[in-house]
């Protein structure tokens, strides 16, 4: 895997363990608008990830 890659991977990793952390909070204000926008910030990780997986897997074939 290529550093990149091994980066955006722990990246990832990271900002989903801290979305976890925020997420178990219950009360409504300002710290669940901030898990929502970490929730967001690790889907288009997630997502840029899967696509840049797919770019090197393409390039290699």
């Known amino acids: 895997m290529s550093k990149t890659i ?3 991977a ?4 990271l900002a989903f ?6 997420s178990a909070c219950e009360e409504e204000g300002p ?4 898990g ?7 889907e288009e990780l997630g997502d840029a990830v899967e696509e840049a ?3 090197v897997k393409d390039a290699t074939n």
């Open 6 to 8: 091994q980066r955006t």
């Open 10 to 13: 722990a990246a990832t990793a």
């Open 17 to 22: 363990v801290a979305a976890l952390t925020l």
């Open 31 to 34: 710290a669940e608008q901030v």
């Open 36 to 42: 929502e926008s970490i929730d967001n910030s690790v």
């Open 53 to 55: 997986g797919d770019d």
